[in-house]
């Protein structure tokens, strides 16, 4: 068949070059894992087909020419070619594309996510030893962009981490979505052969199959969910860049020198580039949501390219901006330094001006009087326009006063700052054992696959050798 030229370009090429890059594993993985499940059932020349696949793995697979349409078939013909057309289609009963397409699809995104969620969780391990090497130290936050009340660093941090803590348990949930095998669906009505899908399942390291045959082949939500996951993360990475941004702008964060430009007009310049690169790669999550939304939108609930093949390079794409954003973030964090006296800078008395009303209120002054006499007192909130001591005022709108006076659950005071730093700790802890779990299951099913082809390799070499 002559294809198209364009339609070589834009689709056959590219797909398969793209496959080609990043898919062929897993293709030999599913197609073995298939060979190896009928095989069990008996089907002749199964077995001979699995020696096939792990024979032909070793080899490089060919640049696309036009003579077959994707990876698979291009598999297919060496399989025929090399083994006999029985041996290449014995793995062909029952299996259709759409399952051994999305199997692979969601194998290979899979990957991905775990990757991305071991650089998320090394940001967010770099954002809690911030918080512990600035204890204490005061700052000005902002509400509105105006002055509104100090904090600590340690404090704000500790806020960063619990935001993108949530983040991190979305993309886990959109992973655990991702985590289920349609190998065995079929084209949609599932194999006609009585393959175990969740022995299928469990040989290439998912935690299932998605049940139903149908669903397995024609949902694209788990890409969705993916997407949008991803965006909520970009939206919570762009606004702490953000803030360190303007910190930086103030000289109260300054990036470090292997990671900063200098001006090539102005001599004195020192940009704090990658926060901005690093925002700008936290933007790109932000559109991959719109893109995966449109490519599942009004479509037929059945296999599709739209929400099949058409969500895997936008996808691949996002995950990529991804682990930009999150390295980027790191290592401005571990590479640059806070100037705490510049963090504090715009601090006034007048900034607790609602500590100075407490202060009234408790002594017994009506709440709404209270106010009146400390808006009359400003800006410099003179003891005398309030009716009380110098002394008095002077130690209850202290920073260590304010601070002193939170200590309510993830408050500001130094034992609820310690004790959210322990729990971050704690989260951190928990969160690595659960993702090096998830790590493990794929690798022990990996191993095992390979394992099994090498007991069976080792079976075939003694039947010879008898």
Do not use: C
């Not at 041996?87 to 194998?107: E, K, Q, W």
């Not at 260590?400 to 408050?411: M, P, Y």
């Amino acid at each position: 068949m002559r294809w198209h030229g364009v339609y070589r370009r834009f689709v056959l090429g590219r797909h398969y070059r793209f496959a080609r890059e990043a898919l062929v594993p897993h293709f030999f993985d599913a197609l073995t894992a298939y060979a190896l499940e009928l095989a069990r059932l008996g089907v002749p020349r199964a077995g001979e087909a699995v020696a096939a696949l792990r024979e032909l793995r070793t080899l490089p697979l060919p640049s696309f020419t036009g003579e077959v349409e994707d990876v698979f078939f291009s598999i297919q013909a060496q399989l025929a070619e090399h083994w006999g057309e029985e041996v290449a289609g014995a793995v062909r009963r029952g299996l259709s594309r759409n399952d051994l397409d999305l199997t692979v699809f969601r194998a290979y995104l899979k990957d991905r996510v775990l990757a991305v969620l071991g650089d998320f969780w090394r940001l967010r391990r770099a954002v809690v030893r911030q918080a512990e090497a600035h204890r204490g130290v005061p700052i000005l936050l902002r509400t509105h962009h105006q002055p509104a009340q100090p904090s600590t660093l340690d404090h704000y941090l500790l806020g960063v981490e619990a935001l993108l803590g949530r983040d991190y348990q979305r993309l886990l949930q959109a992973l655990g979505t991702l985590d289920r095998s349609p190998l065995g669906a079929s084209a949609l009505a599932g194999s006609p052969y009585p393959v175990s899908r969740e022995r299928l399942a469990a040989l290439l390291g998912f935690a299932g199959p998605v049940e139903n045959t149908l669903d397995a082949v024609a949902a694209g939500d788990y890409a969705l969910e993916l997407a949008m996951a991803l965006a909520g993360l970009g939206a919570s990475l762009s606004r702490f860049l953000t803030d360190l941004l303007l910190w930086a702008e103030r000289g109260g964060f300054v990036v470090g020198e292997s990671l900063a430009q200098g001006s090539s007009f102005m001599p004195q310049k020192r940009n704090p580039v990658v926060l901005e690169h690093a925002r700008i790669h936290a933007a790109g999550l932000l559109g991959g949501i719109g893109l995966l939304a449109h490519l599942n939108h009004n479509t037929p609930f059945t296999d599709l390219n739209d929400h099949s093949t058409g969500v895997l390079e936008p996808l691949a794409q996002v995950l990529g901006q991804a682990e930009a954003a999150l390295a980027l973030t790191r290592v401005a964090l571990e590479e640059s330094r806070f100037v705490p006296e510049l963090l504090l800078e715009g601090f006034t008395p007048g900034v607790l001006a609602s500590e100075a009303v407490d202060l009234l209120v408790r002594k017994g002054v009506p709440l709404a009087e209270a106010y009146r006499r400390v808006q009359g007192a400003l800006p410099g909130l003179e003891p005398g326009a309030l009716g009380v001591e110098a002394g008095e005022l002077a130690l209850w709108v202290s920073l260590e006063g304010f601070f002193a006076r939170r200590e309510v659950l993830g408050g500001v005071g130094p034992k609820a700052r310690a004790e959210a730093l322990k729990r971050a700790l704690g989260r951190l802890r928990e969160e690595r054992r659960a993702l090096n779990a998830l790590r493990a299951r794929v690798r022990l099913a990996r191993r095992f696959l390979a394992q099994h082809l090498q007991a069976q390799e080792g079976l075939e070499a003694s039947q010879e050798e008898g």
